[in-house]
């Protein structure tokens, strides 16, 4: 293809410098660089495609850098990195010292706020503009927002503040698809889809292109819009309750009605009248057919032909830890009718399609909105429900306030599904599962399990949901060792862990699926192996009588070394009066970039070599010392 255009764009400035004419052509050579890239590398596909004519238009009319522009959640901001100087980084998107699928500041100074959780955009943009405001700096600040992410309670919270600042130069642009990663859900979204619906948004795109077209003097467009395209259309809008200047709904694949609209709204801005707020609707996958019809399909995909498209592998993969989870909920809903499953918005991510067609009336999508799942789930856990909440480890952080005052104070017997715990790659730092294990075990009431594959997982969901207070049951993105789950719905021990290897002076304490390269290093170590499963309640028991019939102690997890699993075992260790040498391996205290995850776990010396190398640098006389033993614990 042809790509003359946008080769001579080098930053938006030489964008500016193009004849609108020439823009339509842009967008065409954008969106296959898009395509392109993305193929090669994986990642975000519909969503990008979605927003190639906005983003154009957006660098077109506002003089970024110097205006901000914030990208909520930020996984649509291809084209934006495109246009801003990393055209030819694009082959190493989301690879291991590459450039990152998300806004970063310290990536370009185009980036002006680092997001990849949702909602975020507004509360940042209208520090900006608040602080050009103080600061006396003349300049505007842009929030892009989706459907999806005003589902969140905090963009709402942003709206109500930005609303009194009348002078505070603020846009925020809806854009309007319909569509965030699950199906989009809630009455904003239904009363978004009745504006959208029939011939309103026929008319309300002839009103953008006949109306803002010839641009005429800003009385007559603000009169001609308020009585035609609000007037007659869309009548006390919920957003100018809270202040805004509402415009739309027009056409975001419309560069012809996308640049005036902008134009005129960066006028009323210049003139304080204001925050302002446009509503335009795009469409996810826009410009290739295959996204279009499926965008969920293409909304991460891995490598792929676009000539092809996704196609499925020759020989099915290994089950998923994700789909583990997905099947064991089917099965404990058919057993028992309290089961209720809940999700924020991520109900393919986290595995509960099936759940939701066989359990209709037990299935609850409430959103983008962590907090308000985990207070719904407690408050169906006060009137006898057993609530499960399938949510990432990254976003459980968000409803951390509720986790402690709603569902640990009052001991609600709420099971929580952690998935993508630990490294999850090439999404990097911004949605890594790292923490959990420290930030609930501190939390009284709350265990934690921690699975070391498929088989065990399944059996510890089964008990978690058999207790009667909260437990959180951990398991990392992707496929473990493959083994294979197990029919029924038989429980592991509570809080019991299992020896599953006998060596000798050394002792190794396996939390979750590092027990599977702890065991290569062992066998080359002569080490003892012990798979903890539960970081809270530890199991004491074996832990002291390990520690009596060793010289020395490590302790292994994919989680941050500093207030984990391994802090756990040194102060039960304390409490008992247990002296022994003790090893802690795990995430070290940084932010770990994005990148493949076993190179990542390689990296930080927890894969079987790093495990090794780090057990003999501490312990190598220990180790040295030991007479002979290969006795294995089945």
């Known amino acids: 293809m042809d790509t003359k255009l946008l080769s001579s764009i080098h930053d938006p400035a030489d964008l500016r410098r193009l004849p609108r004419a020439q823009l339509k052509g842009l967008a065409d050579e954008l969106r296959e660089c898009v ?44 084209p934006h990195k495109i246009l ?18 998300f806004p970063r500041r310290d990536e370009s100074e185009y980036d002006t706020f680092g997001t990849a959780h949702s909602s975020t955009s507004i509360s940042a943009a209208l520090g900006m503009a608040v602080a050009a405001r103080q600061k006396g700096e003349d300049r505007d600040a842009v929030a892009v927002i989706g459907d999806g992410a005003m589902t969140a309670g905090m963009a709402f919270e942003a709206l109500n503040n930005a609303g009194v600042e009348r002078d505070a130069r603020l846009l925020v642009v809806l854009n309007d698809n319909d569509m965030s990663i699950s199906p989009p859900v809630g009455a904003l979204n239904r009363y978004l889809a009745q504006l959208m619906s029939g011939n309103f948004y026929a008319a309300a795109k002839q009103v953008g292109k006949t109306v803002l077209g010839p641009v005429p003097p800003l009385f007559e467009l603000a009169k001609r819009i308020e009585q035609g395209a609000k007037g007659m259309v869309v009548p006390a809008t919920l957003f100018e309750k809270f202040g805004f200047n509402y415009i739309g709904p027009i056409d975001g694949h419309d560069l012809d ?29 826009q410009g290739y057919k295959l996204a279009e019809a499926d965008p969920v399909a293409y909304h991460g995909p891995g490598k792929f032909d676009p000539a092809v498209g996704i196609v499925p592998p020759a020989t099915p993969p290994k089950l998923t830890f994700t789909q583990v989870f997905g099947q064991w909920l089917c099965d404990m809903a058919e057993h028992d009718q309290r089961l209720v499953g809940i999700t924020p918005a991520m109900r393919e991510g986290s595995g509960m399609v099936e759940f939701h067609r066989r359990f209709p009336d037990r299935y609850y999508d409430v959103g983008i909105a962590e907090q308000h799942a985990v207070t719904f789930a407690a408050g169906l856990a ?56 420290a930030y609930l075990r501190c939390v009284p009431n709350v265990s934690i399990a921690c699975p070391a594959d498929e088989r065990e997982m399944r059996q510890l969901l089964s008990t978690a949901f058999a207790q009667d207070h909260p437990v959180a049951v951990r398991y990392p993105r992707g496929a473990g060792v493959g083994a294979a789950p197990l029919a029924g719905l038989d429980a592991l021990g509570y809080g019991k862990a299992e020896i599953r290897r006998e060596g000798q002076r050394v002792a190794i304490l396996a939390f979750g699926t590092l027990l599977y390269p702890t065991l290569q290093a062992a066998e080359r170590m002569d080490a003892t192996v012990v798979n903890m499963r539960w970081a809270k309640p530890l199991d004491a028991d074996t832990l002291l009588q390990v520690a009596s019939r060793h010289d020395a102690l490590v302790t292994v997890e994919e989680g941050s070394v500093m207030g984990g699993a391994g802090s756990a075992v040194a102060e039960a260790l304390a409490a008992a009066n247990v002296v022994k040498p003790l090893l802690h391996l795990g995430l070290r205290d940084e932010f770990i970039e994005h990148g493949d995850p076993v190179r990542l776990l390689g990296l930080q010396g927890l894969d079987a070599a790093g495990i090794e190398a ?15 033993s290969l006795k294995v614990v089945a």
């Open 35 to 78: 395509l392109q890239n993305v193929s090669r590398t994986g990642g975000h596909l519909s969503s990008n495609l979605g927003t190639v004519e906005l983003t154009i238009a957006l660098h077109y009319v506002f003089n970024t850098p110097r205006d901000r522009l914030v990208w909520d959640v930020g996984h649509q901001t291809y």
């Open 84 to 101: 801003t100087g990393r055209r030819e980084s694009m082959p190493t998107l989301r690879q291991l010292g590459g450039i990152s699928g």
């Open 257 to 285: 009605s996308l640049i005036p609209t902008l134009e005129n709204i960066r006028e009323l801005m210049a003139k304080k009248a204001g925050p302002q707020f446009l509503h335009v609707v795009t469409r996810k996958g």
């Open 382 to 437: 006060t009137e006898g429900l057993k609530p499960v909440v399938a949510i990432y480890s990254t976003f459980l952080q968000r409803a951390y306030d509720q986790l402690i005052h709603d569902v640990a104070i009052q001991n609600l017997p709420v099971v929580f599904a952690l998935d993508r715990a630990g490294l999850v790659g090439a999404d990097g730092a911004t949605h890594a599962g790292n923490y959990d294990i």
């Open 614 to 628: 780090s057990v003999r640098r501490r312990f190598g006389d220990l180790l040295a010392s030991a007479p002979p």
